[in-house]
């Protein structure tokens, strides 16, 4: 289990491998797997076995007009989304396991789902292919339409890589869900997260022991180097001028000792290929190369049907809230309310007990039909006049 103080414990069931949840749901999901056989990615890779896990909450209706989907972040596990899942507890989140079907899905790359680390020659390790938003968002389409035999969600619900899959799907199947949800995440990543992404990559392929991806035991100063890139960049300064990790640390604990947490124990048991297929996953998204877009990100966004519920954190430095509001200006029936909170990125997955009921209420009352007053939309301008 893991070791260490409350507050890394409470950031990786939330943000990375989510395996302890707060409270337990009124029935455990199921853990399924679906394989797909020759599965081709966008690089024309193909893939002899191609292995999607996921967990479901609840029962199918008879109409199956039930489901949820709920497409999961960074190095997550299928019970990342607990936040919002109702329980004995917490009966009033969002998502009433009673009455809807959730499934929970887990992205290529996380050591569960066909990863570098999990795959024989000759895609192992280094040579697994870099999959995408798109590759992953295909799959789960498949897992859906074949395996679970649905033909239409109630939603998509999406927490960062998450989000960015939820943008996906509103674009390459515009009539697949109602409504989507896009929580701390951007239909692309943009230069800046690239830079982001290379930077806590380099960390880690810095350690020689790294070998190019060919190590006998894992790059454990690589890895430690990355956890403390990605602390710097995980919550607002903010954040850290406040204090607030103390709002979940023991008396006595001190900022030495939470940054050697995340030196020492950020993402316990992570293969290094498995984090950095993951990580060139996040930087290649753009819903602006889905094919009949020809790069075109705004003609993308103007594409999408549904409704649609942007909620970026007001202090993201991952997905900052100017890139949400470059990207609302062009969405059709969009509502746009940043999350007021201090927790930067998590903020989009309930870290703050303040954060977790804001998104709750809201979602639960977008996913019910209700209006939702969002922030006024900057007027619509395309990326040549912003230059």
């Not at 989510?18 to 797997?33: K, L, M």
């Not at 894992?218 to 180097?225: I, T, V």
């Not at 001190?254 to 950095?276: C, E, M, Q, S, Y």
């Not at 969009?334 to 309930?350: D, E, M, N, R």
């Amino acid at each position: 289990m893991f070791r260490g103080d409350p507050l890394i414990k409470r950031l990786i069931s939330v943000l990375l491998i989510s395996t302890i949840c707060a409270a337990a749901a009124a029935e455990d999901p199921v853990r399924h797997e679906f394989v797909i056989r020759n599965f081709r990615t966008e690089s024309g890779t193909v893939l002899p076995r191609a292995l999607v896990v996921y967990g479901t909450y609840g029962h199918l209706n008879a109409a199956r007009d039930n489901v949820v989907l709920l497409p999961s972040h960074y190095m997550a596990k299928f019970r990342g989304y607990e936040w919002i899942i109702a329980d004995p507890k917490n009966p009033g989140r969002a998502l009433d396991p009673n009455k809807l079907f959730l499934v929970s899905t887990e992205l290529f790359g996380n050591g569960s789902s066909s990863s570098p680390s999990n795959t024989p020659e000759p895609f192992h390790g280094p040579r697994f292919p870099v999959t995408t938003i798109r590759d992953n968002v295909e799959a789960v389409h498949r897992l859906l339409t074949e395996d679970l035999q649905i033909p239409h969600l109630r939603g998509v619900i999406g927490f960062s890589m998450g989000a960015e899959q939820a943008f996906q799907w509103a674009v390459s199947f515009p009539d697949f869900a109602d409504r989507i949800v896009a929580t701390s995440g951007t239909a692309k990543c943009y230069g800046h997260g690239v830079a982001r992404l290379e930077g806590q990559i380099s960390a880690i392929t810095a350690d020689s022991t790294f070998n190019k991806g060919d190590y006998a035991a894992e790059p454990a100063r690589g890895l430690s180097a990355f956890g403390m890139v990605w602390a710097g960049w995980l919550y607002s300064q903010e954040w850290w001028r406040r204090e607030l990790w103390r709002t979940e640390e023991k008396p006595g604990t001190t900022l030495d000792g939470v940054i050697d947490h995340f030196r020492n124990g950020f993402i316990p048991g992570g293969d290094a290929n498995d984090i950095i297929l993951q990580a060139r996953t996040w930087e290649r998204h753009d819903i602006g190369a889905t094919p009949g877009f020809n790069g075109d990100l705004e003609k993308a966004l103007r594409s999408i049907k549904v409704p649609v519920l942007y909620m970026p954190s007001a202090t993201d430095l991952y997905f900052p809230v100017g890139d949400a509001r470059y990207e609302a200006a062009f969405i059709p029936h969009v509502t746009l309310l940043p999350i007021p909170s201090l927790w930067g990125h998590p903020a989009g997955a309930g870290a703050s007990p303040a954060d977790a009921k804001f998104l709750n209420e809201n979602i639960a009352r977008f996913l019910n039909g209700d209006t939702i007053e969002g922030e006024p939309l900057n007027p619509i301008h395309t990326t040549s006049a912003a230059q």
